[in-house]
């Protein structure tokens, strides 16, 4: 909440009584602090001025921190140049009228009819430094990835209003004002809006889905806590090392990495605001202590993340992103057998990829394993593991190969279609004809289900080439 205070240092005082406001001292500060204006907090306030707040020092904030998305400054960089070539003038020229076709109708206006022919350099760059506030201001407002992205385009810069500015919050108050209060009384409804919450964009880090962690046991941990997160995400995003660029160019991977390490200040249930540039509302995700655990061990067991960073494609307009699923059952401990199977069963790819194939099924078992928290589990795998292999070791010695994938596409029929029994009858026939003894499947004959990471350790391992797995 926010409170006016008379008669001392400071004016004004924020306390973060929920996410919106922890996420308003956070843009707030980082405003405040790069500005080199006065502010201080303690474990529960932020105290600052208000004439501190003005619109002339926040767009000179906004330009300097999201210059890659102020295509006047794209154009000033090349305007740098004391010649230009053809693609310079090209490249100058789309951006003066937008034929990109991004959303940013500012710079089309402010250049109508004007065109960049490589000698009216001077021209061009009188036009951006009178215009210069009004480029930055209408495109932080409408640019997608902005403000537009967290909160109605009409409020930007507006005092504290009736109704809360956020997407998600903001109403039609001509239209609905009445309907949201209590007993269709608009007046009793408390809107919680202050113009503060227009640093809240500031407070999110990420690519097209953003993050703000409400680590909000006192205000300087939700202070070095999101200052780590966007340090980390902007070092992946400026490296050069390929071997990164991977998983970990993945905002959800940096969020869930930077927990892995975090336990000098996050061993207690934690709050995180999700904001997706596809939806027109936040979501709250809360990572439990529990979960916390499980994301640790994932390092500590050398899970490999990058394992479950792929999309896994049902049709043609039809995907599922494995990193949210898989994060999303690991938050909410719930079991990946579904998704496991899927794997099992998708033979074509399968067949196209077997090691990597593998390799996900491995991690994601591994994974399975810890969220149902079984004891001595990663004993029995490793012998159910071990059996798989001599039974392709024996397949192989017999030219039958063909066996192999046969055996293996029962097996997954079966537990595909929880016929646990007929599953455990072609495991006998297995035995039976291979010689070899599966020690452990007595625990499959007492309790399947409580178990099941046995089977699909073995399914995996049925293969020639799942022994060759990415580490």
Not at 39 to 63: A, P, R, V
Not at 346 to 369: A, F, G, Q, Y
Not at 458 to 466: D, H, Q, V, Y
Request: hydrophobic share 35%.
């Amino acid at each position: 909440m926010k409170i006016l205070l008379e008669n001392e240092e400071y004016d004004r005082k924020l306390i973060p009584s929920d996410w919106r406001y922890s996420a308003a001292i956070y843009g707030l500060y980082k405003y405040l602090n790069q500005r080199g204006l006065k502010c201080h907090y303690s474990d529960d306030e932020l105290l600052y001025n208000s004439d501190d707040i003005t619109e002339k020092e926040i767009l000179e904030f906004i330009e300097y921190n999201y210059n890659e998305d102020m295509h006047h400054m794209y154009i000033e960089n090349i305007l740098r140049k004391s010649e230009f070539t053809e693609d310079d003038i090209s490249l100058v020229n789309e951006k003066l009228s937008n034929k990109s076709g991004s959303s940013n109708t500012i710079m089309k206006n402010v250049f109508k009819g004007i065109k960049f022919d490589g000698t009216n350099k001077q021209d061009i760059i009188k036009i951006i430094d009178e215009n210069r506030e009004t480029l930055i201001r209408e495109t932080f407002r409408n640019k997608k990835n902005l403000y537009s992205n967290f909160a109605n385009v009409n409020q930007l810069f507006n005092d504290d209003q009736d109704y809360c500015r956020l997407v998600g919050y903001c109403i039609d108050a001509p239209k609905k004002g009445k309907s949201i209060g209590y007993n269709f009384e608009a007046k009793s409804y408390v809107g919680n809006d202050i113009k503060e919450m227009d640093f809240i964009p500031f407070a999110f880090s990420g690519g097209r889905e953003k993050f703000f962690i409400n680590n909000n046991y006192s205000i300087k941990s939700i202070i070095g806590t999101n200052n780590i997160l966007e340090k980390e995400i902007n070092s992946i995003k400026n490296t050069e090392d390929e071997n990164i660029k991977g998983w970990k160019t993945s905002t959800r991977g940096v969020l869930f990495k930077l927990i892995q390490k975090s336990s000098d200040f996050i061993d207690y249930d934690v709050e995180v605001i999700v904001k997706n540039q596809d939806n027109d509302y936040f979501e709250t995700m809360y990572i439990r202590k529990d979960s916390i655990e499980i994301l640790r061990e994932l390092e500590s067991k050398h899970i490999n993340y990058n394992s479950i960073c792929f999309r896994y494609k049902v049709n043609d307009k039809l995907y599922i992103d494995f990193e949210k699923e898989v994060t999303d059952r690991i938050l909410n401990k719930l079991v990946l057998d579904d998704l496991i199977e899927l794997i099992l069963k998708d033979r074509d790819s399968r067949e196209k990829s077997t090691t990597n194939h593998s390799w996900k099924l491995k991690n994601m078992i591994s994974i399975n394993i810890l969220i149902r928290g079984e004891e001595n589990m990663e004993k029995k795998t490793k012998q159910a593991f071990a059996c798989a292999k001599k039974v392709v070791e024996r397949f192989v010695r017999d030219k039958s190969e063909n066996k192999i994938s046969t055996y293996s596409q029962k097996l997954t029929s079966a537990i595909v279609f929880k016929d646990y029994d007929r599953f455990c009858e072609i495991m006998l026939q297995l035995s039976n004809y291979t010689g070899i003894e599966f020690g452990f499947i007595y625990d499959l004959f007492e309790d399947f289900e409580g178990h099941k990471d046995l089977a699909y350790t073995f399914i995996s391992a049925l293969s020639k080439e799942s022994d060759k797995v990415e580490e």
